[in-house]
């Protein structure tokens, strides 16, 4: 479902003197469908900035990110749009919403641009903030006012709103208490077992072994400086 | 499917100044195309010639035109350009007084439109105003009031209202939450996201705010000096910018 082939990355910093900061070569990896694989490695040894190649929002230099067959590295926008909407979800570590936004339409809204009903589309988004624990009561609040931990939780709601057939997780559990990140948890495991290719960060190692089929160190990949 | 505007070479000089210089994109069905840059760097000129205000010095606009096929305006006669801007297009300016007619009513500035198209019933003419006004989140008994008695908000929502009645394709703006303080911004973004979601719009939007455009847009292109020094999907450009410019725009949005 998520396949990388031989991806290389450098940065140039125009208005720093125009350096060229290469930070990886020969990445390569696999995900197939109900499968959850684990980036792992040190800070700063590219796991976000892979994920973010993947997703879309970092070009690719060179070599090829097969997400359902749409060729991330060159795919024009309407492509990538496309893909995004119905094959690609992604959990990211912060929320980014408009202000004023209800939390419960923040979550349904990738039901909404699918051309779902507004009214399956909130119960669903529903269904899933009372999963995760966040009342009632906050769900017509904008959560721009939540805490970090309610902003992820509505952040995770909206990765798993959908099926997405393939997902990028980036922390997921990182500040959730323990009766939460069981729920996380159970969200990827139920995600694997309909066939999701998951591909995910985990600082959290006891979350990482119970849902993690197997790891990749994106170190290898690393270009030293 | 074919793309909805396909503009190309498109160029207006001023004399020996240059406006804008050898722009090309296609601006496909549903698509929201942000146009960003500093003051001075040629956005608002190529709107303008986008949006047939401007006759552009060379270079072409085709509109994919019911019934015709893409078709470059400018080859269209001055009363069936107009027929255009005024149907199968919007137009919301960044200052209301440009856009509105501020010395006839609220409901009279939503009606015109619909006059425009043909619609002669009084009745169903002040229905489909009071709607728009709603859906716009101004009250449906300011519907008799003027323009002038409206916040800049409201003038502004007003004028998305005049343009969307007619049921438009494509949408153009220039700043439209410009000048606009921040809580009024956000409730202007957020009707404008659900109104480009229910009436799967097409837009072009012209701003110098980065995190309008991240909000709104599919695609962006960054302009400088009249030309496009990079072009591509709105996160990727923001999240990884390449061109010199884009990096030093990216660099200096202050942080709150």
Known sequence: MIVVENVSKSFTLHNQGGIVLPVMAGASLVV????????AGASGAGKSTLMRMIWGNYRTDSGHILVGGTDMACAEPRQIIALRRTTLGHVSQFLRVVPRVPALDVVAEPLLTQGIAPVEARARAAALLTRLNIPERLWSLSPTTFSGGEQQRVNIARGFVHPWPALLLDEPTASLD??????????????KARGA??????????????VCDHLVDVAQFAVAA | MTPLLTVSGLTKTYGAHTGCRDVGFELFPGEVLGIVGESGSGKTTLLRCLSAQLAPTSGTVAYDM????????WSLSEPE??????TDWGIVHQSARDGLRMEVSAGANIGERLMAVGSRHYGNIRTEAEGWLTRVEIEAGRIDDLPTTFSGGMQQRLQIARNLVTGPRLVFMDEPTGGLDVSVQ??????MRGLVRQMGLSAVIVTHDLAVVRLLADRIMVMKDGRVVEAGLTDQVLDDPRHAYTQ?????????
């Open chain 1, 197 to 210: 290719a998951i591909l995910g960060i985990f600082h959290d190692e006891a979350a990482r072994a119970r």
């Open chain 1, 32 to 39: 197939t469908a109900g499968q959850c694989v684990g980036l």
């Open chain 2, 66 to 73: 019911r019934g015709l096929g893409p078709t470059d305006i």
């Open chain 1, 178 to 191: 323990a009766a939460n990140r069981e729920v996380v948890l159970t969200l990827i495991e139920e995600a």
């Open chain 2, 248 to 256: 030093l725009l990216v660099s200096s949005v202050l942080q709150v």
């Open chain 2, 186 to 191: 956000a409730r202007l973004l957020d009707l």
């Open chain 2, 81 to 86: 350009r107009r027929m255009l801007t005024r």
